[in-house]
Every structure is written in C-alpha cells, then in structure tokens.
C-alpha cells in the first residue's frame, strides 16, 4: 500500500487568529460583527485549515453556510454582555493579560468537563490518579496522548474545547504510553481503549505507535479504537502525508493481531464526504481492515434537517463505513446557541431514519453522553394520562441500568437530561441524583 501519487503533495495549512478577520470578512461580517466574533474566539478556539476553507465551504452561502458555521465562532455563540465586555476591551487594545483574564472569567462559567470527567472518571492505580485517562465504563478507557491534543481544524460546538484554549488546569494530557498498559494489563473487565484527543492523527505515526503497539500483547483486550475527524478536516493523513502509508501500515498490524480497529470518524455534515479526497481516504483506511464507525452531535444551523443525517447516512453505508451514534450537543461552551431541544432532536433522528435501509439503520440517536451515562431518547408516549419521554441507558457507569427503558415527563424546552422530571407519582429518574 503506497500514498497517492499526483503532480502535487497538497501541504497542511493552519488558519489560525491571525488569519481571522480576513475570512470573516470573506464571510460577509461587518466591522460591528467580526469585532464580535473575535471576541468569541478569545473564549473559545479557533482554528481551521486550508482545505477546510478552500473545498468544503460554500461562501457564497457564508456566514450561514453549515461548514463555516462548524468551524467560524459565531457574533452570538456566547451571552451577550460577555461577548460585548471582550469586545470592548479588543476596541480599547487591552493588553493580552487583561483579555485572559476576562475569558477564563467567561470559560470557567461554561461548564468546562462535564459529565463529571474530573471527580467521576480519573482512574487510579496505586491510590493515586492518573493523569490522561478516563475510566467511566467498566469495559472502555479513554487515553489522552499529549502530543496529539490539537486537531487539524476546531468544531465550533465541540465538547473538547478546554483541551485546546491554553489553560493547563482544564487540559487532560499523558505522555506516559507504560501507565496505559499497565492500567489495561490490571484492569481484565477493559476490553476496549480509545485513544481520544484533540484528535491522535495529528501526531506522526511513529508517535501514535508508541502508544497502540504496547496494548497488542494484552491478552483481554479486543478492541482500538481511535477518535478522529482527520477523514473530514484533512483527508490527506492518510492519502499523501509523508509518513501515510507508516500510518496504514501501523494500522494494518493492529488488526493482525486479532484486535478491531475502529476509527470513531467524526462527520457532522454530508458536505464533507463531497470531496474526491475524502471518498478515497475512507476507501483507504477500510483496505487496512479497519472499521471506521460515524458519528456527531445535533447542531443547530449545521445539520439540524433530517434529509442532511439521511443523506449523510446513505453515503457513509456507500463508501463501507457504519453510522454510530447521533449526539446530544453536551452541557458544555456553547451549549445554549447549539442545541435543538430533545423532543425536536428525536422527530429529526425518526425523519432521517426512516429515509435509510437497514445497513444504515446501525446508527442509534439522539443520545445524551451525561454523568450516569449514554442516555437514548426512544420516542414520546403517554402514561397514565400523562404525555412522557421513552428513554433508556445505552451505557451506564452503573451496568445495571442499561437497556432497561424508563420515562420522564414530556418537556417541549428539555434539551439535556438534567432538563427533565420523572412523571408524576415516580421517584427520581434512574441514574439522576
């Protein structure tokens, strides 16, 4: 398996803050609105590519195209007196010490680790923590490689942001390839690592190996998996990268030594499978042996129409890829501009369900990720005279409570799960204190 060969190697390019206000202004923004902007891009990270911008965004539909919208911080994707306070101060050329300030203010108000990352799901070996990993299901741990806590472009909705805005004391980060193993090697009920950033395919595969090749020789571990967008941002990682074909190969031996390979490629919008460079990188990876399994959260102006999810569905199931998971957008940054309420959320995943075959139909949706785990949202009935949710635990840190449908009283606003109330008559929702 060798790289694409062409007339021209295309090069990584990263957009970043200095790059801004001309591309809002491409965009359309008026001074008023790209100062605004700029101000949301002190709270939260921006950060984009060449390809991104030049193959993947209509601008003629910009700033209202659903690309720009994932990638661009929006005028009006924080609270109004914060974005107003930072803009300010960026008018007046505060100092840089002062704008930090004024943004960790802000960062520290938006929920920065939900789902109780920190207290619920740090693991322990020896008494002591371990930085850089998670451990919330008995079967499943999360690795955060420090190297590659960065990404080829930003999500503007992405739960992940406090890896990526410089604040050391939100990060989680491990260098330490020896603790993963022995914390596996310890631990016989995990059966799965996920290697999770930021995005692993910014490092080099040498780097990514040193990480992967120790789990091999686990004896219970049956599945990788790694978190990416990389397929979408910068299809070239594994088409002309200079180091390409070492990354496919690394992959290749992963799956020869009998474990599954699963890339978790995350595509939020049928557009960014538009490309020739995209199709062949997904034909790519599946020629190692891997699988790669798809999945997103429900943004609103991103992908908040059935037909977008049918369609990106249909062509995921096309190039050989397995639709996943339909997310919840979680209680996290800019959660009150992105979300779609549950109820809406579950009639937009029913809608585009009901367009796909049954190859598609291995997606499951919407889901709220929360602290007591992978809630489903399964419909809306009526108990007892009283309109309800039909929920239940896909995952749960408590294993007793998955698969077991519940309810909760039907809220047309309720748009996470801490949002609902169990029905009248009932305790306490299961799982939620």
Not at 315 to 330: I, N, Q, S, T
Not at 394 to 411: K, T
């Amino acid at each position: 398996m060798t790289a694409e060969n062409g007339d021209r190697r295309p090069v990584f390019r990263a957009l970043t803050l200095p790059h801004l206000d001309a591309l809002l202004s491409r965009a359309g923004l008026d001074r008023h609105d790209r100062l605004r902007a700029r101000a949301v891009a002190e709270v939260l990270p921006f950060r984009t590519n060449s390809y991104v911008v030049d193959e993947l965004i209509d601008w003629d539909r910009a700033p209202d195209d659903p690309i720009y919208r994932l990638v661009f911080p929006q005028p009006d994707m924080l609270p109004k007196a914060d974005v107003d306070r930072i803009a300010a101060l960026l008018a007046q050329g505060a100092p840089p010490a002062r704008l930090l300030e004024e943004a960790r203010e802000v960062r520290m108000r938006l929920n920065p680790h939900p789902g109780g990352q920190r207290v619920f799901n740090t693991p322990l070996m020896d008494g002591l923590p371990i930085e850089g990993m998670q451990h919330k299901y008995p079967e499943t741990v999360l690795f955060f490689p420090r190297q590659g806590q960065t990404c080829h472009a930003y999500c503007t909705y992405c739960f992940r942001w406090p890896q990526f805005v410089g604040e050391p004391d939100l990060r989680m980060a491990s260098g330490d390839a020896t603790a993963l193993r022995e914390y596996v090697l310890a631990h016989p009920e995990v059966t799965s690592v996920l290697i999770t950033g930021g995005d692993p395919l910014i490092m080099s595969s040498t780097v990514l190996a040193r990480y992967v090749e120790p789990l091999l020789d686990v004896p219970h571990l049956e599945s990788v998996r790694i978190g990416t967008k990389a397929l979408s941002y910068w299809p070239h990682r594994v088409l002309t990268d200079p180091d390409s074909d070492d990354l496919l190969r690394l992959f290749e031996r992963v799956v020869r030594s009998g474990r599954n390979l699963a890339l978790m490629g995350h595509y939020s919008h049928p557009r960014e499978l538009g490309t020739g460079a995209a199709e062949r990188a997904l034909r790519r990876v599946r020629e190692t042996g891997a699988v790669v399994r798809c999945q997103a959260p429900l943004i609103r102006g991103v992908n908040d129409r059935a037909e977008d999810w049918a369609d990106l569905w249909r062509k995921l199931v096309a190039l050989g890829a397995v639709p996943y998971y339909m997310f919840v957008e979680r209680d996290t940054g800019p959660q009150d501009y992105f979300a779609v309420p549950l109820a809406r959320a579950y009639e937009i995943f029913r809608e585009a369900y009901a367009q796909v075959s049954g190859l598609a139909r291995t997606v499951r949706g919407p889901i709220m990720s929360a602290t007591p785990g992978k809630v489903q949202v399964d419909g809306v009935t009526e108990v007892n005279g009283q309109r309800a949710f039909v929920l239940h635990y896909v995952q749960a840190r408590d294993p007793e409570l998955v698969g077991r449908p519940f309810f909760a009283a039907y809220d047309p606003d309720a748009r996470w799960l801490t949002d609902l109330k169990p029905l009248a008559g009932d305790g306490a929702l299961p799982g939620v204190d």
